[in-house]
């Protein structure tokens, strides 16, 4: 997600990995003046609905939940991975959409094996609840009390509904496993492809028997010719799917192995250019934008007719619209994915705040963020989003402590229009975190602050944040004598 925040602000301003020249910045990243700042918080005050951060309830959700309507797709932000007032706020919500009918698919980031355990769990009562979240392939960001308590929430629901909320995980971050799964069901009907598949899926597959395992980690550090012939095996994978024969068509496991197969290869797809022996001038913005592509037709692919979902994923997922300089280079969100597929029928959700701490992997300067990432270590970040030029800055002068608010109520021209094109940071951060070059622009790499206007349909905003209720990861397993 970290990358996606820098693509985003560059493709707004210039193209992605190229220097911005001053002279690039449009008129609509000249900051606020007091006048349009003064009109926004007043606008804000009486428009905005004020709730207690704490407790919350259907006098609160209801009108929220109505206000989203009849979007067959809801995407449900949050403007950092490790807080706990935002993910709160945002499984409250899908409860109530669940209880007045509105969705009855949970769509999340996360891979598909997690995302298997999690539906057996609410479905059909199978599993253990922290056996599910502490899954290896479940991101540690959301081994959390208010993620948890979500899926406890949905378990007792489908005791008791007619029509039971099920789950589905959309990323593709777990090639390894998936190849596996994928190769059971083409072992059953074609034994010849599948010994030419495995030949050279087999490194990876059995580097994926350590459940502590990174599909991204093994990508990063296998040979290369290892890697290539890999690669090269997932495409086969998937499209022997396109064309297996009758017997395989008719087994009941096709339609997972299938899935499994394709997301396998979308593995490789994203982060094909992730090592430092690729030709990092092929990763351009489209590139980045991979994974978030693939979750976006992943989600509509898994959908069946009639149903409507809600995603959980980060703000810059959700996010439904783009500025055009970004579209013009075929950068793309998970939400903007949906938006073009769905347009009205996909509504967003975003948060953003003022002050508080957060949970991240701490991310130094000149630092990769794929091999940070592999610390898997969060701590506490203490920094603000209450600084001129900070979102939080302007709801902080409501004198509110949270409220949500239509952006779609913004009026077309005057003060509030101009207001709505102004820069201001979001204070997201995913993963990982850089204290040192918290929310400050940088020419070179074009880190912007995105205009208000480029967002949500409803904003969530709470004045203090506090750290999720992040779960202690169990023990590593001794090593075998």
Known sequence: MQRCIL?????????????????????????????????????????????????????????????????????????THGSHQDQAFKAALIRQLVISGRIDVLILEANRLPGIGFDRYIREGRGDLAEAVQAPAFFRIWKNDEFAGLLLWLRNWNRMAERKVRIIGVDCQDGG?????????????????????????????AAMDNPRARFVDWLVDAPLDRLAAAHAASAQLSAWFDTAPDAARADPAFAEARWAARTAHQAFLSFEFEREDTDKSKADPAYFARRDRFMGENAMAMLTEGER?????????????????????????????????????????????????????????????????????????????????????????????????????????????????????????????????????????????????????????????????????????????
Do not use: C
């Open 309 to 481: 979902g809600a995603l959980w994923a980060h703000d810059m997922h959700v996010l439904p619209e783009l500025p055009p300089e970004a579209e013009a280079v075929n950068f793309v969100t998970t939400g903007s994915v949906l938006r073009k597929q769905l347009g009205a029928g996909y509504a967003a959700v975003g948060f953003t705040w003022s002050t508080g701490g957060f949970r991240a992997t701490r991310l130094g300067s000149g630092e990769q963020w794929l091999k940070v990432s592999q610390r898997q270590t969060m701590e506490v970040f203490d920094l603000p989003n209450n600084r001129p030029g900070d979102l939080g800055h302007v709801f902080d002068r409501t004198g509110h402590k949270a409220m949500w608010i239509d952006m779609g109520a913004l009026p077309p021209e005057g003060p509030l229009a101009i207001w709505a094109k102004r820069p201001y940071w979001r204070g997201w951060a995913g993963g990982a975190a850089n204290a040192e070059t918290w929310q400050t622009v940088n020419l070179d790499t074009g880190e912007f602050a995105p205009p208000v206007d480029v967002g949500f349909d409803v904003l969530v905003w709470f004045r203090a944040i506090s750290p999720s209720h992040l779960w202690p990861v169990p023990p590593a397993p001794a090593p075998a004598p």
């Open 177 to 205: 496993r998936d190849a596996a799964a994928a190769l059971v069901l083409v072992e059953r009907h074609d034994a010849a492809a599948a010994a030419r598949l495995r030949a050279d899926l087999g490194g990876l597959i």
């Open 7 to 79: 693509v985003i602000a560059a493709a707004a301003m210039a193209a992605f990995a190229a220097p911005v020249p001053a002279q690039t910045i449009p008129p609509e990243a000249i900051p606020a003046t007091a006048e349009e700042e003064a009109a926004a918080v007043a606008w804000l005050g009486a428009t905005g609905v004020a709730f207690d951060p704490s407790a919350y309830d259907a006098a609160t959700l209801a009108p929220l939940a109505d206000r989203l309507g009849s979007a067959r797709v809801i995407g449900i932000g949050e403007a």
